[in-house]
Nanobody
Framework: QVQLVESGGGLVQAGGSLRLSCAASGRTFSTDALGWFRQAPGKEREFVAGINWSAGITNYADSVKGRFTISRDNAKNTVYLQMNSLKPEDTAVYYC????????????????WGQGTQVTVSS
């Protein structure tokens, strides 16, 4: 059983930055993938970034590559998403999730999800 709690969302102007946090509790494994997804109203949930918990190897959606950085603090059991150069199309609810498949990018491969945090980017 894993609980995930996101924080750090808010309203930011285009070109600005936000840092999201995801605090995990319960059992995690070194082979786990921790991922960030986002979902805008009426849209499908979209993979944003993922990280292997142990090795820190990362993966990004093309739409955020070079702008977003995923990282983790193993001691704090926390994963972060640093979002720079934000665009209005980044507006969505952002979710943190855990997969037992190390490099998963499909939502159905993730078994635990946080409650989400709203990110709104204004023009």
């Amino acid at each position: 059983q894993v609980q995930l709690v996101e924080s750090g969302g808010g309203l930011v102007q285009a070109g600005g930055s936000l840092r999201l946090s995801c605090a995990a509790s319960g059992r995690t494994f070194s082979t786990d993938a921790l991922g960030w997804f986002r979902q805008a109203p009426g849209k499908e949930r979209e993979f944003v970034a993922g990280i292997n918990w142990s090795a820190g190897i990362t993966n990004y959606a093309d739409s955020v590559k070079g702008r977003f950085t995923i990282s983790r603090d193993n001691a704090k059991n926390t994963v972060y998403l640093q979002m720079n150069s934000l665009k209005p199309e980044d507006t969505a609810v952002y979710y943190c999730a855990r997969s037992r498949t190390p490099w998963a990018t499909d939502p159905w491969r993730y078994d635990f999800w946080g409650q989400g945090t709203q990110v709104t980017v204004s023009s």
